[in-house]
């Protein structure tokens, strides 16, 4: 695992954009595993401004997202679908067929879940996975005590991330209860991993990342496993890493 410092959210998001872009260059039709939320908001301002220039070609790249609410409407203003579509989708050129969401009324069975799990092993697998991380240690909807085993499914998202998305909602009685996610294990699949850490809040889940015994009670620390692994996080979600480990030119290798 290396840990990579930036000096803010602007450079980490900068600097994260940049390795997609590396990503693309090597394979034009490659796989991206996309996340939503905060933490990736910075990185695709900065793919759409890479595609504006010119510098990035999306038409062959191939998407799956990593989770989605159930009991939301696609075109929710909330939906991650929605999220995915306003936010970076119809900015780029990616081809609609291309990009490919767990949809609620799919996979709230075993049948629909099993049929996200297909589709990216005929896309040929998730060549880079982009993840962020909870304060609780969740990857995609996986809150603590998921099975690492597990695959695409459907899970009740605990009271601390319900509270957490509240901020995008008018109220926390609005987050819905449930979703569906990529499984730790097919998370695990990825060629690559590349996970968002910033801000305050995130020091304690940085901290046990690193640190901590791989537990299913911590479900980011089976990240310590994967053989390819970058986590880019800003100053200030790093200070107690910092404490304990010394950063070398802005670099950690775990």
Do not use: W
């Not at 510098?55 to 062959?60: A, H, K, R, V």
């Not at 780029?92 to 996200?116: A, R």
């Not at 899970?155 to 926390?172: G, I, W, Y």
Request: glycine residues 6%; negative net charge; aromatic residues 8%.
């Amino acid at each position: 695992m290396i840990i990579k410092r930036c000096e803010n959210y602007e450079q980490m998001s900068l600097t994260a954009a940049d390795i997609v872009k590396r990503q693309v260059a090597a394979k034009p039709d490659c796989v991206l595993g996309l996340p939503t939320g905060s933490s990736p908001l910075g990185m695709y301002e900065h793919l759409i401004k890479l595609y504006n220039r010119g510098e990035l070609d999306f038409s062959s790249v191939m998407t799956f997202n990593l989770d989605e609410y159930i009991g939301l409407d696609t075109d929710h203003p909330q939906s991650y679908h929605q999220f995915m579509e306003d936010t970076f989708f119809q900015q780029v050129n990616l081809k609609p067929g291309n990009t490919h969401m767990p949809k609620p009324d799919e996979t709230d069975n075993l049948s629909g879940c099993q049929n996200y799990e297909r589709k990216i092993f005929n896309a040929g697998g998730i060549d880079l996975q982009i993840l962020g991380i909870g304060r609780n240690g969740h990857i995609g909807f996986n809150e603590p005590g998921t099975s690492f085993s597990s695959q695409t499914h459907v899970v009740q998202l605990h009271d601390e991330t319900r509270r957490a998305n509240a901020r995008f909602f008018d109220s926390k009685d609005e987050v819905p209860k449930a979703a569906v996610t990529m499984g730790i294990k097919t998370i695990m699949r990825a060629r690559t991993i590349l996970l968002l850490c910033s801000g305050e809040s995130k020091q304690e889940a940085l901290i046990q990342l690193v640190c901590s015994t791989v537990d299913e009670t911590f479900p980011a620390s089976v990240l310590q496993l994967h053989p390819d692994v970058t986590v880019l996080t800003d100053k200030s979600a790093c200070v107690i890493l910092e404490n304990k480990y010394p950063f070398k030119e802005n670099e950690l290798f775990i």
